[in-house]
């Protein structure tokens, strides 16, 4: 069997830039393991699967997301490539795309901007109390002071004081070592972006246990980053930066209890795979 293979450079306005996704189109879905071994060989922090949704109206879709390691709950720049590739590649019509999720209905616009607007979750983040010891263990991961830390279902939330902070860390064997011994798997650190800058907040975010050591841009956790900062800045219109060694560029925007993230996607490859 053959099938096209699509590779998105999300959250990106030039290749090379923020975050590699590969996206395969389906008319049926392939057996969950062959789907596994197909983003294992790929080997990029997502692949993406999609089908149309059965008897569903223009512009729906069954939409899966892969990491090297597992099926995933949520992937912002997954989705956001799989809306580019639908729109750029496959003559996708509808004004909105309605991808349907383990996290629910998730809706992809195309902006007047040239932007993809993404319509998803408002997740909340809840303090961590009295646990000093869970942040010793992560300031000593990360080799840097942490203010405050928040639990959101699976993410581990750490504010940091400066920009210059987020940006220093590198040491993910240390930070796989911490998550192993806690409930959660992705750990987001964040911090106020620099005085004077274009952004509002920095970020970056560690998978290690799903075969992400560090995601490029990550949408997920802008779905907790976003309330998190609207609230300490008391501004709903965001712009943030994922500082990794790739680089991207989110646009947040809250209303009520969902995140509009926004970002632009360019195409890298389009290829076959044969299995």
Partial sequence: MEFTLYQIDAFASEVFTGNPAAVVPLKEWLPDDVMQKIALENNL????????????????????????????????????????????????????????????????RQAEDGRLQMDFPALASEELLNNQAVLDTFSAAIKQPIEKAYTSLEYLLCVLSTEEQVRAVSYVGAIEDALRDTPYWGLVITAPADAGSEFDFVSRFFAPEKGVPEDPVTG??????????????????????????RGGTVHCRMEGARVILSGQAVSYLKGAISI
Avoid at 220 to 241: E, G, I, N, T
């Fill in 45 to 108: 922090a997502e692949t993406a699967f999609f089908v149309p949704k059965e008897n569903g109206p223009e512009g729906h879709y069954d939409l899966r997301w892969f990491t090297p390691g597992a099926e995933v709950d949520l992937c912002g720049h997954a989705t956001l490539a799989s809306a580019h590739v639908l729109y750029e590649f496959l003559g996708e019509g509808a004004e909105a795309l309605s991808f349907h999720t383990r996290s629910g209905e998730l809706i992809v």
């Fill in 220 to 245: 997920s956790a802008h779905c907790r980053l976003a309330p998190y900062w609207a609230k300490r800045l008391d501004k709903s219109d965001l712009v943030a930066y994922q500082a990794s060694p």
